[in-house]
């Protein structure tokens, strides 16, 4: 089944909240319940007012109720709302504006390659400063048109390439450093294909996988950012490579490619719901 998720806001007088628990109901379902459990400061304050809730169906309407309990004890259920989740899963183009001089984009903004006759020059002051958001220096790196800042989101990536060439696909946020490959600062994480050898980057730490990828010439990556596990995930034919930990203070990331001395091509698949291999 496929899956969606929403943030619930919740207002109250001022107390030192150890948790909520939440009633939540798909219309013509059942009620189900769980408990969120509430971060402290060291004073013992409550540092959240809010609760993310996952694992829900698109396009659905639940009705949801809250009560929280403290010291004092539990409060009553608060007056039931009802939210509709979103219809679409997460869709994207590549953003222009960042992309490296050297990359050439299609048309409809969802491939990418680099292009043949770019030829690496010294630039000066004045020209850095029109390349704005773009990457520069030797990393040919371009970012999604989307921050991806809550709930689970899930693309694709097919890969098209000839001979032992290099790639990386991944996220970063959306100030990363330009002037840096994927994977090699505190703001970007990804996975990088030499060949048929998969690695993972991130703050320029390597991450070796045991499996040796298919010698194919396309392949096709899966990649699943969840919020709410706080995990970036990388498949391949529906079996994990990589799993990263994201740490909570990160909060708004965008999908990253990098195609720095690479003659790949590479092709993003939008749009799509989380798939089953996943919820099971």
């Known amino acids: 089944m496929n899956r969606n998720g929403v943030m619930l806001s919740v207002n109250h007088e001022p107390c030192d909240v150890k948790w909520y628990d939440v009633a939540y109901q798909p219309i013509n379902g059942q009620w189900m319940t769980m408990r969120w459990e509430v971060m402290a400061d060291q004073s013992g304050a409550s540092l959240e007012d809010h609760i993310h809730l996952g694992n829900l169906d698109y396009d659905c309407e639940y009705y949801f109720c809250v009560c929280m309990t403290n010291v004092a004890g539990t409060s009553p259920w608060s007056q039931t709302v009802a939210v509709k989740t979103k219809t679409v ?6 953003n222009e504006e960042t992309a490296h001089p050297a990359l050439l984009l299609s048309e409809d903004g969802k491939t990418v ?16 400063i029109q390349l704005g958001m773009r990457f520069v220096r030797n990393v040919h790196c371009i970012l999604g048109d989307v921050i991806l800042s809550d709930d689970a989101h899930y693309w694709e990536v097919e890969a098209s390439q000839s001979g032992a060439t290099s790639y990386a696909i991944g996220v970063a946020t959306a100030d990363c450093h330009r002037n840096q490959q994927l994977g090699t600062n505190k703001s970007s994480w990804c996975l990088e294909i030499m060949g048929i050898t998969a690695r993972g980057y991130h703050n320029d730490r390597c991450t070796r996988i045991k499996h040796n990828l298919e010698c194919n010439s396309t392949r096709r990556f899966g990649i699943l950012l969840d919020y709410q596990r706080r995990a970036l995930e990388f498949f391949y034919k529906e079996k994990l490579l990589l799993s990263y930990a994201v740490n ?33």
């Open 113 to 128: 390659k680099r292009r043949e006759d770019y030829i690496h020059k010294k630039m000066k002051v004045s020209e850095k």
């Open 89 to 94: 899963a997460t869709e994207f183009i590549l």
């Open 248 to 280: 909570a203070k990160v909060t708004d990331l965008c999908p990253a490619f990098d195609l720095t001395n690479s003659s790949a091509k590479l092709s993003i698949i939008t749009g799509l719901k989380i798939p089953e291999f996943l919820n099971t």
